[in-house]
């Protein structure tokens, strides 16, 4: 065991997890007043879940003996409940199994939480956690399995236990899940919008992002908590993990200054959601190529994704679908930047060693990596408008208009999300007790 | 002069902003209000606590308008306001004895 | 010394440090908006003041030499100002001393912030302050002793250094904290709403929380800090804090979904309150759990706080004692929840390697859990309600009514918490200058 | 490799990351609600623009090979985009080179973020960018490289690579940055307000700070980030490191009560903004000091600091500059102090192992110390007074007075910070499309 | 018809409420807002500058009444806002000419 | 007894309070209002959606004068308000019939 590994590890676990109450945040504050409650709520469904499933049978069925050897699927109920992980010897000389667990569940519970942001102000919440619950357990398992597990070898690099087809026989590289987690989510956001499809009223009148300084501060946390998701990725605390911190902060810089200058440009002013969306665009796009490219392929990558972003954006009102807080525009359209300029950034010289059509290498690299995006992509679509769509007949997933109209707060959820002044409001009967007995408790105050 | 209140639902005011638009009315006042009426307000739940909220928020609406064309402008905001349902809210009308615009000091019709 | 050990635990130490102000944002949100800097206030002086008295004699009385053997009390004055530890060859091969005592003062700081929740909108600053000074020194640091400071044995097992009774001689488990952090801070809490009494007009009238965004971050903040709190108390980076780390991420995650539950079942609608309720239950109680119980337990465990605080905290109005933001049905319910739990689900596959009830082992375990959790619930109790008590009655420590009335923040910090507008107040003269050189200044923009 | 000090280092990077967002949000909250977009935004470009900057040719300014052995510059071209050390092989024992790139990137981008607090309300956004790029360049790493660059030297002791005058020729000691990094962004402030002169009304009617909460928040990340900033100065995870992070702990403590106790005495209430200001110049003034105090010495420096700012700020009015947020004050001021009182606290015992004039050394490293806070005060004065000076004269820096009185983020930014009601604004055609097909679109919701 | 404004602290609107409903009146609408006065405000203080805060935060209830009412009404409101302490607001009545609810159309007294 | 109502500019208020207090009135009562009128508003982008927001942030200040000062406090008010802009507001004047000061019961001139 490696206590430095370990260590950093279990940080960058941390570090993930608090991605997710990010995220909540960003979202939150982009939505109208009216809804901040719900945006909020979405993400930690999928913290509660998303956190159950994964100890019950999500790692297992990502990270299990894959099943028939094809690459497809772990086998589900093998560590069911970790039991089988719980006090057995732990030879590895680097972490603790149960440091990648805790890594990797985090992974689990922010890519359902960021379909999230597609749906504001009109999903039913019951049938969201349905959904979560579901759509993790279709899609993301798999899905994770395809890109996250790798072969295991032994000395004479014989494989012993077979892994995903993405990460093994494609052999795409997708660092800290550019198609896992990016394109899966945003793929999973344009079928949630097909099926509920647009707020009541959009776009006109939807409302504006109702605080700002909150959704900066979410765009903080998560590009804190974006450098555990990328470097830690590495596993090891190395000069890997170091290369990759580095990619992550410049490919985030790189991507807000570009962001900035095309609305300076179109709009004439740089603004404040454009700058933290730019962060956003320009992390999304690192994470898959971070051990790939030197930091200089980093900034080009992180600028194509912010400019590439800034103008994605735009096109929903045309496409006329209403993908509310820009899910797909930001994390499909970044993603599949991402992933595919690792086929034309790749430097060899970097940790990944493999080199892009601008690094001297051919378009080799390239088509693994479009193939991998487009089969997280199609695959994530099709599931996820399947699911969706059998809630939607079943039990009803979109919110009534009348609920639209008061407010998701309210009718999902029963409260307000702030109260500045104090007027109007009269605790009922029952929590408060007689009339009589408060008064005598009053006097009772010494 | 004639000041017409009206408190409407929030919803409304757009809708009510055109109308006036539509009689040549452009300027107006208004806030935001809450309402206690026929309107049954909604519960909220804190740790189990039930909160009755028996308030609802409405737009308070304040337009100065001619004598002449007080009661159209009356008609139009009730008839742009109105859902049918409990909570359409009321309009009012009072009399004005002056009224100025502050920026030329122009008074009377000419002010609004 | 291990530079992995050593950089896990100052990690964690940096957590736990976040936790404290997680805490206020989550009790601040929480309260009514004229309330919210007062609240913050409470917890912000525990960072202070415990800072400080923890260096001059805290750790001292908690991890010095036992004064006679017994179990009750460390050396106060053997460590004054850490004066002796500074340069002292330091030849642990994991941490240094140091890093221990930075990680324990969290500890401290947070118990003594968590019982402000108690009181809100109702304790005049300055006697909190010396409640809080009075209950670090003649409370938490003895407890601290009797939970946290182990024996030190030589490599024949014989002790050369006694530590707290309930560590060693009772051997309750107490992983991080579930009797010393939070029994102990419930039962302050208990005794604080005993003395001071409730509100005026509790309960009606005494608001909503004003900012349920501001709650969701602090309880985000507080998940983060507390794998620091839990996983940290490993004092490695080794299997031992992985699995904690995992059980802390579900035994959390399982509360949020019983406490929704319970919601849904009796009021009809999960609320974003009762979500957040939820987490922090379940990690009140997995704290004393995290490393005796397997994933499936911590499930369990999780699971049985998030539903028994749903319910408890809708005690208060019937026993007719406003405990303001439930630190009694949260920190001491769970916290007894938890611990005695221990003693049901311990699995001798988890780290602690004790077996419970469920798994095969007698009731043994039980009764040593109960005893802990009993003497801690009294002493706590007991001392807390005479020190406010001696308080109340020389200078004063509850508000008066004009003061609540008009708001806390005002009266006792001469601050408002929010000015959205800007309209209504003027610079007092003094600070101003006089009225012509201010004409002048403003002249001399270029 | 040293796994566990490069897992410290890149944790300590990422703290330090967050401080920049967390030191926007402090400042956000203390400006008036229309201003607080463009609070924000100052901070987040320093993340862009500085981040991009730093690893094309700030790095190597800063720690490149010396330039002409005079220990003034290193030399900017030859790590440009950090291509020369990807794939290098680095053979160190301790941590990658790029940790501490990663690192040092993050000090560069809160200096220069920390200026904005100086000229809230009334800077214009470009010329800010502009000028937060040429400060870096032209006063940041050069100055980096005085403090922070060490002669590397061969076992027998010879240097093989010359470092920066104040770190080696004069041997200042600044652990984590007093000099590079407060005094220096304190003095760039002044230079700022001297040059765009004060707000339009001030010191009347430039409003209170709109959201405590939101500051009190700040402070949080900033102080838990500081932990990163200063203990992971110690580059590696030992003792060193421990006890600085104690010291970094109670410097702050003891600040916020001796500016609470200032304020109690002088306005008879301990506020809020008080509290936090307090824990900032405590972080401040221990920040060079942390490695050569003992935690008592690191009180006695942090009282002096919370006490000695909080007189500080008050003078400004009377001194009739608008340094808006104290950056002056805190920064500058809490800068010298702690720069200065090394020479008196300094304890042989402590890791720096100095003595100062309390502790039996002669006044020797007291004037090291004054000579090192003095020539970055002059410097960074005059060259920041000269760039500001520029960008006025040719391109405008200042507001116009307008755009003040609309407000910054309108005018600036065209946004808004908060939109709690919703009524009143509609989007506009070209983004809405006809009004006929959103009809349409309406019309498809299933 | 008359148009009744008060302008009351903020902690008596339940019990203005309570004594106008005793009376039937079940409708009104109600606004925050800040008050000068002969109340003197407070001073709040921000690292050592001390604002003097000359507002006061009042609650502003409109309630529309019969003419025959106003009087009860009035009192009504007088002695339910009543402290007895600087600061306990105003009540003003005005003269409505015409009054509509919104949802029927109905006018003067059934539209209240 | 007359209320003078004006809807002005939100920086305004400070002055039209000092020219209001030379005259000796003291009282008044203000809140935050939206005003459409001439003035236009401003444009705000999120994401590359442009939104109109076509509403001005106002003060709205209630003012009851005795009769005969009626005139000289609205004459006070627009030229303290009065900036010459597109947007500085307008004041009127309604009749009052009584008005009461709560705290004593007092009515007419000595309520206010
Ligand atoms: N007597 C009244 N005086 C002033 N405002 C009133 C009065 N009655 C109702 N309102 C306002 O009108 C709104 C709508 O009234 P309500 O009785 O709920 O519905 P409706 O007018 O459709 O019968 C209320 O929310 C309140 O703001
Ligand atoms: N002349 C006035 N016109 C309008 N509102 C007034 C006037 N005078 C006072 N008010 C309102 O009444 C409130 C209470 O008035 P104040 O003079 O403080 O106390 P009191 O009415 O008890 O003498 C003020 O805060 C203000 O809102
Ligand atoms: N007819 C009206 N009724 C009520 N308020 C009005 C009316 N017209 C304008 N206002 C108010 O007066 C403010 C200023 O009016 P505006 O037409 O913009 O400028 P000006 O009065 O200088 O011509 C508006 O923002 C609105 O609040």
Known sequence: MNSGDTAWVLVCAALVMLMTPGLALFYGGMVRSRGVLNMLMMSLASLGLVGVLWVLYGYSGAFGSDLGGVGLLGSPLEFFGLSRLVGAEDTSDTIPTFAFVAFQAMFAILTVALISGAVADRARFGPWVLFAGLWASLVYFPVAHWVFAFDTTNESGEITAVGGWIANRLAAIDFAGGTAVHINAGAAALALVLVLGPRTGWPRGTGKPHNLPLVVLGAGLLWFGWFGFNAGSALTAGTTAAVVFVNTLVGASAAMLAWMLVERVRHGKPTTLGAVSGIVAGLVAITPACSAVTPLGAIAIGAAAGAGCALAVELKSRLRFDDSLDVVGVHLVGGLIGTLLVGFFASESAPAGVAGIFYGGGADQLWRQAVGAVAVFVYSLVLSWLIAWLLQRTIGFRLDERGEHVGIDETEHAETGYHFGDAGSTLRGSAAGERGSVEELEGSVR | ?112
Chains 1, 3, 4 share one sequence.
């Open chain 2, 1 to 112: 002069m004639k000041l017409l209140t009206a408190v409407v639902q929030q919803h409304k005011v757009d809708e009510v902003r055109n109308s006036l638009a539509e009689l040549g009315v452009r300027g107006m006042t208004i806030a935001d209000v809450q309402g206690y009426g026929r309107q049954r307000g909604h519960t909220e739940i804190y740790r189990g606590a039930e909160y009755e909220v028996d308030v609802v928020e409405k737009t308070r609406i304040e337009v100065l308008v001619d004598d002449t064309d007080a009661d159209a402008v009356l008609r139009a905001v009730v008839s742009s306001a109105r859902s049918g349902r409990v909570g359409d809210g009321k309009v009012w009308v009072t009399p004005v004895e002056s009224v100025v615009r502050v920026r030329t000091g122009e008074t009377g019709d000419q002010a609004v």
